[in-house]
T-cell receptor, first 114, second 114 residues
Framework: DAKTTQPNSMESNEEEPVHLPCNHS???????IHWYRQLPSQGPEYVIH???SNVNNRMASLAIAEDRKSSTLILHRATLRDAAVYYC???????????????FGQGTILTVHP | GAGVSQSPSNKVTEKGKDVELRCDPI?????LYWYRQSLGQGLEFLIY????????KSGLPSDRFSAERTGGSVSTLTIQRTQQEDSAVYLC????????????FGPGTRLTVT
């Protein structure tokens, strides 16, 4: 299965934008890029996903490189509540043995300073 | 609306005892997943139910682990003859349809085996 690489940790100040990078150089054509986050003492929370085009929702934006070998999760204005572990996950397309199963890596620990 | 609920929230058991963990998925969600999160292994997939299809048990670590889903709704994860290495947070998630990577997680059950 294709793997993702993320920095272990990042820091941001409140009210500032945050760009969380993810490398996935072995991504296949049918892999979707998913982002989850996990706040302290909670289960993971879906954030956003995309295939080729950039995506926006109420929580964040996802910028996908043209060659799809990397992506960036963008939090436009970080708040203290955004402090969490952020996971970048590739979702294999239908028909693969890993279809539907989330494979979590170590993620990026985001610290937000007041 | 109501999210995924799990019970109990915490469970302490003695080594060798059996435990049952319960998950109530979001109403109308046809797919249900169990994951566990431990310090040494991170967040790992255990088992996946989709409607009336046979479950995908490929992530279960040993035959001491089993799960069932009754009536396409509530699921129970059973661990027999618990071992200390079973100590972890057991997370349940559900999704609207088979293969969806947009999964909604419950708060988890923290299992401690003494």
């Amino acid at each position: 299965d294709a793997k993702t690489t993320q920095p272990n940790s990042m820091e941001s100040n409140e009210e500032e934008p945050v760009h969380l990078p993810c490398n996935h150089s072995t991504i296949s054509g049918t892999d979707y890029i998913h982002w989850y986050r996990q706040l302290p003492s909670q289960g993971p929370e879906y954030v956003i996903h995309g295939l080729t085009s950039n995506v926006n929702n109420r929580m964040a934006s996802l910028a996908i490189a043209e060659d799809r070998k990397s992506s960036t999760l963008i939090l436009h204005r970080a708040t203290l509540r955004d402090a969490a572990v952020y996971y970048c996950i590739l979702g294999r397309g239908e028909g693969g043995t890993s279809y539907g199963k989330l494979t979590f890596g170590q993620g990026t620990i985001l610290t937000v300073h007041p | 609306g109501a999210g995924v609920s799990q019970s109990p929230s915490n469970k302490v058991t003695e080594k060798g005892k059996d435990v049952e963990l319960r998950c109530d998925p979001i109403s109308g969600h046809t797919a249900l997943y169990w994951y566990r999160q431990s310090l040494g292994q991170g967040l790992e997939f255990l088992i996946y139910f989709q409607g009336n299809s046979a479950p995908d048990k490929s992530g279960l670590p040993s035959d001491r682990f089993s799960a069932e889903r009754t009536g396409g709704s509530v699921s129970t994860l059973t661990i027999q003859r618990t071992q200390q290495e079973d100590s972890a947070v057991y997370l349940c998630a559900s999704s609207l349809r088979r293969g969806s990577y947009e999964q909604y997680f419950g708060p988890g059950t923290r299992l401690t085996v003494t």
